[in-house]
């Protein structure tokens, strides 16, 4: 492909759900993509659809982003394009079920590459690019469960969620004065595909509507979270709420409010 002379922004986990809405809002914007995740075939749809609405060019990686050997092969094949990256999307990410001992330390492993030395990694490889052109945009996808107590099941998730808040928070005061916006962007339950792969879609139905919000309607705010150098960014109202909660509230009432709500909605 010729570069069309639009900034391009990398975008992992973007196969389905948040990381495909946030696709879909960065092309509306004037970007280019290169889209990475495991299965190939929704990604290339997604930038068929995108390059027809908004000619939008986007590279398609099918890669296990557990494996640092082939994030990295991304940047060398963009960089081998003539292309570098101006804004970079950590979202891939799952809720490992089950209790910690019941997974092999393999399994552990890949998730915590997946979800913490992956994006980590990333970052560290997009930098120098931006630093020397003097822009960039990062959005570290996290969760509302970052501010919680960990839950039971899913031991990782909470830990690497709030490792990203951090990590965000940090790399945004290092980096804003170049004119590299670093957001972290904290969603509560998002309907999209991320239950099913955990295994809890049944256990999920049951929440209440009003904590919902649209894969669509968290990327259109998380843009505007990073365009805006926003350092956290939490959609909605109730998870606003929750989060405020979760600071003010008792520690001991909050780790058994999370107990009883782990407990209740954990994998059956």
Request: glycine residues 8%.
């Amino acid at each position: 492909m010729r570069d069309s002379g639009k900034p391009l922004c990398l975008i992992t986990g973007a196969s389905a759900g948040i990381g495909a809405a946030l696709a879909t809002e960065f092309a509306r914007n004037g970007w280019d993509l290169a889209l990475a995740a495991r299965r190939e075939a929704p990604m290339q749809e997604l930038a068929d659809k995108l390059k027809a609405a908004y000619a939008t060019q986007s590279y398609v990686y099918a890669v296990d982003l557990s494996d640092m050997a082939q994030n990295r092969q991304i940047i060398t094949s963009l960089q081998s394009k003539g292309r570098t990256v101006d804004g970079l999307v950590n979202n891939a990410g799952f809720g490992l079920p089950g209790q910690y001992n019941t997974n092999s330390w393999d399994v552990h492993h890949g998730t915590l590459n997946l979800m913490l030395n992956g994006p980590s990694e990333l970052v560290h490889l997009v930098l120098p690019d931006m630093i020397e052109q003097g822009f960039g945009r990062i959005i570290n996808v996290a969760s509302l469960a970052g501010f919680l107590p960990g839950s039971m099941g899913r031991t990782h998730y909470a830990a690497t969620k709030s490792y990203l808040i951090k990590f965000s928070q940090a790399l945004n005061m290092e980096y804003s004065d170049d004119n590299i916006y670093v957001s972290a962007l904290c969603p509560g339950f998002t309907y999209s595909e991320f239950h099913d792969v955990n295994e809890t879609r049944e256990a999920m139905n049951k929440t209440p509507r009003y904590m919902w919000e649209s894969a669509q309607r968290v990327a259109e705010e998380g843009y505007l979270a990073v365009m805006g150098n926003k350092p956290v960014y939490i959609p909605g109202k109730v998870n606003c709420a929750l989060a405020a909660l979760g600071k003010l509230l008792p520690e001991a009432a909050v780790h058994s409010l999370m107990k009883r709500f782990s407990q209740k909605y954990k994998r059956g």
